[in-house]
């Protein structure tokens, strides 16, 4: 015979309190895993945003740069994402600079305002800002407009003086000829010694190159060798 159970005594806990302690155990499990997925979809999404492309410039053989929305790249993202990411090579830069140098130096009493403004879109911010102020202060695009003459440039040189990776100091040599638009005669002819510095600035629809002209000075010659105006040292830019 087994040993005598008192009376009244149970063998196990009453089936209602075994549920209730696995429908807890169950409910922290879940409570658990979402947890562990909440988590992880936060790092997902944290991993998105910190790995979002760059923007996308396309560069032609001649250096101009375009830029491209990323939502109308397509393949060309794969194709040109290594170029983007580089510094601006120096075909890049001298095509920005004679650009620049053909708005601000080639003159039109027509259209130069037009020029003016894409010369300005090629500054940086602060430098455009004060070129701006003195060009209204000195009245400029309306001087241009009442000569009533064109004046075209041609390169002679351009060399890049120094170049950081931040940062290019350039020379430029212009030849410029100032003709009359309503007679057609030639006014004069001089030659342009221009000093540019060059920040290398994020690549944007604004500065598609990853270029921008912090500052520029320059010093005019009549092709006699008779010096007819000079800019001065300081960043103020020089009129054309």
């Known amino acids: 015979m087994g040993p005598h159970r008192p009376s009244g005594s149970t063998l196990a806990s009453p089936p209602a309190v075994w549920a209730a302690m696995a429908r807890q155990a169950q409910w922290k499990s879940w409570a658990l895993v979402l947890a562990f997925a909440l988590c992880a979809l936060q790092g997902l999404v944290v991993l998105k945003l910190a790995r979002k492309e760059p923007d996308i410039v396309l560069i032609a053989p001649d250096g101009r740069s375009t830029y491209v929305n990323r939502s109308l790249a397509g393949d060309a993202l794969v194709r040109f994402l290594e170029e983007q990411r580089q510094l601006p090579s120096d075909v890049t830069v001298f095509h920005f600079t004679k650009d620049f140098l053909q708005h601000f130096f080639a003159t039109d009493s027509v259209s130069y305002e037009g020029s003016f403004r894409e010369a300005l ?120």
Not at 126 to 149: D, I, M, P, Q, Y
Not at 173 to 178: A, E, K
């Open 121 to 240: 879109g090629m500054l940086s911010a602060g430098f455009r800002e004060r070129v701006t102020k003195e060009a209204a202060a000195t009245k400029l695009l309306e001087s241009v407009r009442a000569s009533h003459t064109r004046a075209t440039v041609s390169l002679e040189s351009l060399d890049i003086v120094e170049r950081t990776r931040d940062a290019l100091h350039l020379r430029a040599v212009l030849q410029r000829r100032t003709e009359s638009l309503s007679e057609g005669t030639l006014v004069s002819v001089d030659r342009l010694a221009v000093e540019l510095y060059e920040s290398i600035v994020p690549r944007s629809a604004g500065h598609p190159d990853g270029l921008a002209v912090g500052q520029f000075t320059s010093r005019a010659e009549r092709v006699d060798g008779a010096a007819v105006s000079a800019s001065p040292q300081e960043p103020p830019p020089h009129a054309p």
